[in-house]
């Protein structure tokens, strides 16, 4: 029994010399390899750090050896994971991508995977725990409009950089943060998606006259209707509201809502509904002839999987507004990044990328570039301050193109793109034909003013 | 044209009374006999949805004809009855505790089991198409109206006459209401309560499973739906009078045609007029408008 006691010390003994050994060559390796800046395999080349900043490296902080934490906050649970899995998807699909090539600034990306949870409570209290606990240095993901609301003060005190997804309500920039400072987002919001759709209107059928809604009851359905109502009245006077459907989110069966809208009699019908209350509802309202006796039928698109949009559900002809990302548009013949993410992304995960999937990618690399671009500059591993400072006015690629960040609200800005649904043999589900762009200029309101007020000043 | 629209309006009001009806019934039948309020129940719906979608995607891969899926559609049913048989069994221990420790445990389950479906079939939401496009729509003046939901409608109807003749006319339902009236009476005078406790719970489970698999052709299965389903059972049964099934049928009815021309006159308060009529109800019968014990 003694014997092979004294062994395991002994053992142990050599084991621990070992471990201590390795650790401090590691460690002195680690500590001479990056002071310097150099010697990690960094995108931007150590020349043009001491030519920009003299000094810089002198008293530089050195390239921290540990990786990037990206904490993606968004739904893993409850009806909104069937499309929010889409941002975890590109989430490692790009982070892969990223530290293949050497990672930002040498430094590897690590994933922090954290569900927004049931209520805005636990959202709130998941968003703390990713800055405070996990220590991230980056928060994206799509949170939904009352979390984002309730995240964004926090979001601010604790000064982390985080991007929002989609999270389209105008209040965040609008109201409750209206000089925002570490807060981001990497979509077109609401005011785009229902200006786009009456701009959309106006240059295509400018003789309707009868408008119902069809919209979830809560403060994105409520926004958007809203404006779209006075978008659409502000370029078409002529316009009158015949019926509004307040369907609560979730709703399964929405033959109440199809009857009640067929009997006022609408010449279009606009919607935000999303995920699968859109693909319930269009289900249903195919078998009332819906479609046949409704001449025009807008919904914004905003929030599904495009593989949800089956041919049986959803006729011809139809207009969706996409926000800001279609995986057919641009062709990968002119952007190389479409040309990589979407065969990519439908390779791994058998469906082709959805919005959030998109502002994803526009979201990592706009922060990836302002690390880059302030290590340029100085030649120190840049603060989360400067790194905000830097991104704020500046402007990122995602593969639905080139992408502004407005300096004043923190707003990413594309072009609004609108088509029409087709039944093509290529594809499997639903896609959208003939897409027409509207320009962020035409349906975003400038910073500083409130959406409504900015549609109300139109004079046409 | 006003005509046709009320028609349609009443023929929907019925559509959304089919299907809670048998989540309400179900949940009614339980509490009036067991005096467990089963908080799993709305489990049993989307369970019974999921895996009917996943027996008719079965049938279909394996080129089985469209009329098929109806057999499907009774399979989990079945499936969801065993499922409630086995929540019965697994709730044995807790009769001779407080009332609260099943309630507890239901609440339990109903996590898991949300849960369970989310590990098995996923965040996407799941249907079975075939079946609502298969049966066409049919010509109501001009206007059309979706032959499944006409389907639906009815066997709701069948379904209450199946449950009212079984309570009624067999010799399982007798007893069954015997034990709701006295329990150790009926057990002294030789009634098997625990073999019959599973049957009742088998019946409950089965008639929801079957109001989830019904409605699946025209929805989508998507997490979630459960709870709703339990929530809106809930108001029925309390607006019915708990444990009466007769209460679950009239408090669907009512719910059903509420919400239908509530939609159409009040859209801005949808569910707000729902639990108004709740609030009249309890005000006005606080026992609800059935409430006895079981009968």
Known sequence: ???????????????????????????????????????????????????????????????????????????????????????????????????????????????????????????????R?????????????????????????????????????????????????????????????????????????????????????????????????????AALQKLLPQVEVVYEAWP??????????????????????????????????????????????????????????????TKDVCPEGLYFQARDYYFLWPPAEIWPIQGWFVPEFYKRWKQYPNIDAGQLYSAIDAYKR????????????????QIVEAMAGSSCVGPMGYRTIRREDHQFLSPAPIGKSKHSPDYPFVILDELEFIQPEECAAPPGVKSLDWIKSWKI | MIPTTLIFYFLNGLFYASYLFLVASGLTIILGILNVLNLAHG??????????????????????????????????ALLIGLMGSGVEFSLKPLYKRRQEYQLLFTFALSFIFEDLIKLIWGFNPWTCPNLFAYMGAVNILGQFYPSYDMFVIFIGFVSYLFIWFFFYHTRTGNLARAVAFDKEMSSALGVNVSSLYTKIFFIGAFFAGLG??????????????????????????????????????????????????????????????????????????PQGLFGKRFE
């Open chain 2, 43 to 76: 489990s049993f719906y989307s369970f019974g949805a999921y895996v009917a979608a996943f027996i008719a995607t079965l049938f279909l891969n394996n080129g089985l004809p469209t009329p098929s899926l109806f057999m499907a559609l009774f399979m989990a």
């Open chain 1, 370 to 385: 302002a690390v880059e671009k302030v290590y340029a500059l100085t030649g120190e591993y840049p603060t989360n301050e």
């Open chain 1, 1 to 127: 029994m003694s014997e092979p006691k004294k062994v395991g010390r002994r053992t142990f003994l050599n084991y621990a010399t070992a471990i201590v050994a390795t650790g401090v060559i590691v460690g002195a390796a680690t500590y001479l390899a990056t002071p310097k800046g150099a010697t990690t395999t960094v995108t931007v080349p150590a020349a043009t750090t001491t030519v920009t900043a003299p000094g810089g490296t002198a008293t530089g902080k050195p390239i921290p050896s540990e990786p990037i934490k990206i904490g993606i906050l968004t739904f893993f649970s409850g009806s909104n994971a069937v499309v929010d899995v889409q941002i975890w998807w590109a989430a490692q699909m790009l982070a892969e991508k990223i530290n293949s090539e050497g990672g930002i600034l040498g430094r590897k990306i690590e994933l922090v995977q954290m569900d927004v949870g049931p209520n805005t409570d636990t959202c709130v209290q998941n968003y």
């Open chain 2, 212 to 285: 989830g698999a019904l409605i699946l052709p025209a929805i989508n299965a998507i997490p979630g739906m459960g709870s709703d389903a339990l929530g809106f059972a809930f108001v029925i049964i309390v607006i019915g009078g708990l444990g009466s099934v007769k209460g679950a049928f009239v408090g669907s009815l009512i719910v059903g045609m509420v919400r239908a021309v509530g939609i159409a006159l009040f859209p801005e308060i949808e569910l707000g007029l729902i639990f108004t009529v709740l609030v009249i109800v309890l005000i006005l019968k």
């Open chain 1, 129 to 229: 725990k990713l800055v405070l606990e996990n220590h991230v240095d980056l928060v994206t993901g799509d949170l939904a409009s009352s979390n984002g609301l309730a995240v964004a003060p926090i979001c601010e005190e604790l000064k982390c950089p985080t991007i929002y997804l989609s999270t389209t309500t105008t209040h965040i920039f609008e109201d409750v943060d209206p000089k925002p400072k570490y807060l981001f987002r990497a979509g077109n919001y609401n005011t785009m998606e229902a200006v786009s759709c009456a701009l959309h209107i106006k240059r295509h059928h400018p003789d309707v006259k009868r408008v119902a809604g069809i919209n979830p009851d809560y403060a994105y359905g409520r926004d958007s209707w809203q404006m779209f109502v």
């Open chain 1, 248 to 309: 609560p989110l979730g709703t399964t069966d929405f033959t109440s809502h199809i009857t009640a809208t067929l009997n006022a009699k609408p010449d279009v019908v606009f919607s935000v509904l999303y995920a699968s209350d859109i693909v319930a509802f269009m289900k249903q309202a195919v078998g009332y002839g819906f479609f046949k006796q409704v001449p025009l039928f807008y919904n914004a698109l905003g929030y599904i999987s495009f593989n949800m949009l």
